[in-house]
């Protein structure tokens, strides 16, 4: 995985959302999902 430097600022309503995608995906964390779309980006 590529190491990332820059931080990610969400609003909470927004992490909550975050969080619901990724265990519909079966993702184990939100950071797994965020990876996903960064790599499709």
Wanted: glycine letters at 2%; hydrophobic letters at 35%.
């Amino acid at each position: 995985m590529q190491e990332r430097s820059m931080p990610i600022c969400f609003t909470t309503d927004q992490y909550r959302k975050i969080e619901e995608i990724a265990k519909r995906k079966g993702m184990l964390n939100t950071s797994q999902l965020i990876e996903e779309v960064l790599n499709h980006a």
